[in-house]
């Protein structure tokens, strides 16, 4: 198994601009998790999807985030307008439904993403 | 609601040291607990769990053991290496709570030095 892959790596944009985080999840894992890394705040929740539909997005911080899942083998995180405190390594995770609880999360390499 | 409490970092010790990093947690139900290490530059991976009072997880040297009692999921190792330093999460994760979300402590950046 390929694990969780996220893409791009790293990605530098400048302020203003739009930017999308892709995310694939571990084939056959029905939860998928969008975690905000950053060294003021640590790491924060900001979505998760049960089968494609989005449960909680509360931890979302404005109308600029959103995020998608289309299908059960992609999701992306979209920020429109990027401004420079959106700053931060982006994470997504993924965790099989029937022992979430016992398992944990998968987490992908995360996407640093520098706005400037 | 659920939380997790970690001792504060950095915590930095000599190689062969012997390590502990408290994590104490408050939570209703059996929740499963968790420790993650993330590496520099990478993302955060699985360690060790347990899944009801008294289990202890284990792995790569590293332990830890669920005191329901005191509420707590310390990690310890014996001796540790250059190569553990990294930032250690305890987290919980209760099925019936939060929809078996994840909680996770602040993180708690080990260093150890040759």
């Known amino acids: 198994d390929a694990g969780v892959i996220q893409s791009p790596r790293h990605e530098v944009t400048e302020m203003g601009q739009e930017v999308t985080l892709r995310c694939k999840p571990i084939s056959g894992h029905d939860y998928l998790f969008w975690y905000r890394q950053t060294m003021m705040r640590g790491l924060e929740l900001l979505i998760y999807?049960?089968?494609?539909?989005?449960?909680?997005d509360s931890g979302m911080p404005e109308d600029r985030f959103s995020a998608k899942m289309p299908n059960a083998s992609f999701s992306t995180l979209k920020i429109q307008p990027s401004e420079p405190r959106d700053s931060a390594v982006y994470f997504c995770?993924?965790?099989?439904?029937?022992?979430?609880?016992?398992?944990?999360?998968?987490f992908g390499s995360g996407t640093r993403l520098t706005v400037v | 609601g659920d939380s997790v409490t970690q001792m504060e970092g950095p915590v930095t010790l000599s190689e062969e040291a012997f390590l502990t990093i408290n994590c104490t947690y408050t939570?209703?139900?059996?929740?499963?607990l968790f420790w993650y290490v993330q590496y520099p530059g990478e993302g955060l991976q699985l360690l060790l769990k347990a899944t009801k009072a008294d289990d202890k997880g284990s792995n790569k040297g590293f332990e830890a053991t669920y005191r329901k009692e005191t509420t707590s999921f310390h990690l310890e190792k014996g001796s540790v290496q250059v190569s553990d330093s990294a930032v250690y999460f305890c987290?919980?994760?209760?099925?019936?709570?939060?929809?078996?979300?994840?909680?996770f402590g602040q993180g708690t950046e080990l260093s150890v030095k040759p």
């Open positions: 939570a209703t139900g059996y929740p499963s």
């Open positions: 987290a919980l994760s209760s099925y019936y709570n939060q929809g078996g979300k994840l909680i």
């Open positions: 999807f049960n089968n494609n539909v989005p449960i909680d």
């Open positions: 995770a993924s965790s099989p439904y029937r022992d979430r609880g016992l398992s944990g999360y998968t």
